[in-house]
């Protein structure tokens, strides 16, 4: 395949406002939204050299547990070995193509439903009917691939790139500056999936930003966290943060305006009471406080579709205590509608794109993460493409 030089893309003229200082700094070009090209680029240069986000360890507490995932095209299943050990495999079957397993559950193996070929939970070959007249047909030689994983703070994270750095050690300054939310012990509930015809970059910009809550969220966010008392600090990796003081400070003994959950973090001073938004680049979109904790599960499908599932994780005690399920409910509720005033945005940020008159833009000082975020994707598509 011969490489695309990124001037046949984005000029650098196109990107040298995104370039500035954040003082001087603009938007990325429409391009780098609407471009079927650059879309190509992301999967070749980010999608497929990044870690992504695929799941929580929470989802497969027990040995056998699995849940499946369509990532990139690929069909992968994440499952809990007998061995207690995490491993993403791919549920693709080594004979004929099929899918091995669907959905999610409890298994001892994957019979395909095919020709009945059968795999171990490590991904081994231990049944294939019929096939001693293959010549030099090996059951060892014929496996389920895996695909490199890591646990990051309870969630588990994958790499079509077996080169690539490990993710911990990049996000340990992250681990560190939210390490008093205990986010590995929460428990996830899916609470919506939404279908989100725009570019999964419009999402990821609005995720981390709360200067639209002045208009967008005037009646939800706003009251509680006003868009001028939030702040980002520096990175130190491939992320972005974004703290959100709440307007008034919460009563003792609680620290989320929005219910009456459990406290389950070890929050102390200004942590108290504020909600955070983080994203661990590409888009792995997630935002803790001390009794709860929402993850955005971004699965890109082309340059102007994605999908998203939203989820909603608790302490466990939130979860078996009926006490609680009113809380959970109306937090579940609010994130809905929340997420609903968002997709207006983004649906109308995209017209906008996809519009002649459009120019890159200036950013706010209140738009920080979003100038991180660039930079970090300017120089990731300007690397060589993979030998």
Same mark, same amino acid.
């Given at each position: ?42 999967i ?10 695929a799941g ?18 690929d ?26 397993v669907?959905g ?53 994270? *994958? ?5 690539? @750095? +490990?993710? &911990?050690?990049r /996000? !340990? ?19 919506a ?56 400070a ?29 994203? *661990? ?5 997630? @935002? +803790?406080? &001390?009794?709860? /904790? !929402? ?24 979860l ?26 983004c ?41």
């Open positions: 395949m011969t490489e695309r030089h990124p001037r046949a893309i984005l000029a650098p003229e196109q990107l040298a406002g995104t370039r500035q200082p954040l003082e001087r700094a603009t938007t990325l070009p429409s391009e780098a939204f609407t471009s079927p090209l650059v879309y190509e680029r992301e070749e240069h980010i999608f497929l050299r990044e870690w992504l986000c929580r360890i929470d989802q497969i507490p027990n040995p056998g547990d699995y849940v499946t995932l369509d990532l990139l095209g069909k992968l299943v994440i499952v809990r070995g007998t061995d207690g050990q995490i491993r993403v495999l791919s549920r693709v079957c080594r004979h004929r193509a099929a899918e091995v669907n999610s559950g409890n298994a001892r193996s994957f019979r395909c439903p095919y020709h009945a070929w059968t795999y171990r939970l490590d991904g081994s070959l231990v049944g294939a009917p019929y096939m001693e007249d293959a010549e030099g047909f090996d059951r060892k030689t014929c496996h389920l691939p895996e695909l490199r994983s890591e646990i990051w703070e309870g969630w588990i994270f *994958v790499n079509f790139d077996a080169n690539a @750095a +490990p993710v &911990g050690p /996000l !340990a300054p992250l681990s560190n500056a939210l390490a008093n939310y205990r986010m590995s012990e929460m428990i996830a509930v899916e609470t999936t939404f279908d989100s015809p725009f570019n999964w970059k419009v999402l990821a910009d609005n995720f981390m930003e709360a200067y639209h809550h002045i208009a967008i969220h005037r009646d939800t966010f706003e009251p509680i966290y006003p868009a001028a008392l939030s702040h980002s600090p520096d990175n130190e990796g491939p992320y972005s943060l974004l703290f959100m003081p709440p307007k008034e919460p009563l003792p003994g609680t620290d989320n305006p929005l219910g009456n959950l459990p406290h389950h973090g070890s929050l102390v001073g200004d942590e108290i009471g504020r909600l955070v938004a983080a994203s *661990v680049f590409p888009f792995h979109l997630f @935002a +803790p406080s &001390g009794d709860s /904790l !929402a993850w955005y599960q971004i699965l890109p499908q082309t340059f102007d579709r994605f999908t998203l599932r939203i989820f909603t994780c608790f302490p466990r005690e939130a078996d205590n009926a006490e609680f399920e009113d809380s959970v409910r109306m937090l579940q509720e609010f994130i809905k509608v929340v997420h609903h005033q968002d997709i207006h945005a649906k109308t940020v995209w017209a906008g794109l996809n519009s002649r008159s459009f120019e890159p833009g200036r950013l706010s000082g209140l738009e920080k993460p979003i100038w991180q975020f660039n930079q970090w994707w300017m120089e990731r598509m300007a690397q060589p493409a993979a030998q």
